[in-house]
């Protein structure tokens, strides 16, 4: 050991420590960061497939063929498009089936860009006949 020499670290060797110290710090944050972002998007897209479930089954529920589109709320749009494919049996002997294609989309901004879901169906569709009258009295 030479004299006059204190044991120690370097201002130079502290300096390399602290700058190797603060990357790896900033490399931790940023996986943390986008970790959170894309836990915040698959919540979306779930939300998304819920909400376009949900538009399907109103539109299969009562098919109206036609073009529809709306604000879903929460930053969501929706669209829905529904068109006869087919039409089965002859009125007035048997009732008219049709087979319906349903297109929904749910569309929402998420990160500067577009983002959307979609879900396709066909169902065939046989309107109840009317109720007939109670018989008069």
């Known amino acids: 050991m030479r004299r ?3 044991p120690g670290f370097t201002l130079i060797e502290v300096l390399v ?5 603060m990357l790896v710090l900033g490399v931790f944050a940023a996986a943390s ?13 779930e939300e998304a497939l819920v909400r376009a479930r949900s ?16 604000d879903d709320g929460d930053g969501f749009q929706w669209r829905v498009n529904t068109r006869v494919l087919d039409q089965f049996g002859k009125p007035p002997d048997q009732a008219l089936t049709t087979l319906y294609d349903t297109t929904v989309w749910i569309s929402w ?16 569709f046989t309107p109840l006949p009317a109720p007939a009258a109670p018989p008069r009295r």
């Open 55 to 70: 538009r399907l089954a109103l539109s299969e529920a009562r098919p109206v063929e036609g073009d529809f589109r709306g």
């Open 109 to 124: 901004h998420s990160g500067g860009r577009f983002r959307d879901v979609r879900l396709d169906a066909e169902r065939l």
């Open 4 to 6: 006059g020499v204190e």
């Open 33 to 45: 960061m986008e970790g959170i972002f894309t836990v915040h998007e698959s919540a979306r897209v």
């Open 17 to 21: 420590a602290l700058t190797i110290a």
